[in-house]
């Protein structure tokens, strides 16, 4: 039996104390990361260059000892990787050219090339396969096909992903070509993580929430599928982790329908419900409001004590509702994992 308790947990054991990480635990409220970034140059810069995102990968499991790492890199790399134009503005976050017609994807290069672009993304993924400590697993990850979709229609973050629901009711087929696009680009890049050393891969789906719930099984769930469908045929016993946030009742469709062996839920899921609802069918992931890294204290205290004791009876991994956030106070990463620990 591994010693990765994040292994464990995935295979579907209840452990005592559930294994921690932080989705953005390498980031902008630790002063190394800080410093690192600076040096770096740039985001992109700091993405690219793998000696570096390596570091910043490592500096919050040798400041914590979080049971996993997980990559350092970006969403949108697989984007730029099929020809998107992507530079990220200080305070204002990323630009992408859009693709909002036909002739815009058109322009579009295909998956064969995009292993060009993200080789560093892998000889990252190698760095850290050889320097985590032992008990550590190393998680890769990539964004799920409508969330890249959603950046890549309108250029930008949006609040409401408008643009990419527009293209959607309005131009179905060229909606479905992007889709299904980013659905092989996504695919090859999680199994070319998997050949460089990541143990467990995850799927982001940080927009899954914004769709209408006639487009969830066909937007979210069958790329979903697809992707994952790809990885068993390479590398069947790696597992996965996605995480539809925002999805509510469509949480329990998506892990009766994916393969996933992890189901990662966001603050608005009630850990009792989790319980009842989720933990039954795969392991669960989450969900401490985000909020408490800021506030820290005994209200962060109880709270994690309280979605620990919920989540007891089944396999978990304790985790945020979403990212850590720049302004979060690093000491209260050590009073969580120890309400969490003991």
Request: charged letters at 20%; a negative charge.
């Amino acid at each position: 039996m591994t010693d990765k308790t994040i292994l464990r947990a995935l295979a579907g054991e209840t452990l005592p104390t559930p294994p921690v990480w932080l989705m953005r635990q390498a980031g902008r409220y630790l002063p190394e990361y800080r410093a690192t970034r600076e040096k770096a140059g740039g985001f992109l810069d700091l993405c690219y260059t793998p000696e570096l995102a390596a570091e910043v990968t490592l500096q919050p499991i040798r400041r914590y000892g979080f049971d996993a790492a997980i990559l350092f890199a970006d969403i949108l790399l697989v984007p730029q990787a099929l020809g998107a134009d992507l530079a990220f503005e200080a305070g204002e976050g990323p630009r992408l050219s859009t693709v909002q017609s036909a002739e815009d994807f058109a322009r579009l290069r295909g998956v064969d090339g995009i292993h060009d672009t993200l080789s560093p993304i892998y000889e990252t993924v190698r760095i850290l396969s050889k320097e985590l400590p032992r008990e550590t697993t190393l998680i890769g990850f990539a964004g799920a096909p409508w969330t890249v979709a959603t950046y890549m229609i309108a250029g930008r973050g949006t609040p409401d992903q408008g643009p990419a629901r527009r293209l959607a009711y309005g131009d179905w087929e060229t909606f479905l070509r992007l889709l299904d696009l980013i659905t092989e680009a996504t695919a090859e890049y999680l199994i070319a993580q998997i050949d460089a050393g990541a143990e467990v891969v995850k799927l982001f789906d940080s927009w899954a929430g914004a769709l209408p719930g006639p487009m969830f099984e066909r937007v979210v769930i069958q790329p979903a599928q697809r992707i994952i469908a790809a990885i068993r045929a390479r590398h069947p016993d790696t597992p996965v982790i996605g995480f539809p946030r925002g999805a509510g009742v469509g949480y329990k469709s998506y892990a009766q329908a994916v393969d996933i062996q992890g189901l990662a839920i966001d603050t608005s899921v009630q850990p009792q419900i989790a319980a009842q609802e989720l933990q039954p069918l795969t392991c669960v992931q989450g969900n401490l409001d985000p909020m408490l890294m800021v506030l820290g204290g005994d209200p962060l205290r109880r709270e994690a004590r309280r979605i620990k004791e919920a989540l007891s009876g089944g396999p978990h991994i304790f985790n945020l509702g979403h990212g850590i956030t720049p302004d979060a106070d690093p000491a209260h990463v050590d009073q969580l994992l120890e309400a969490v620990r003991g």
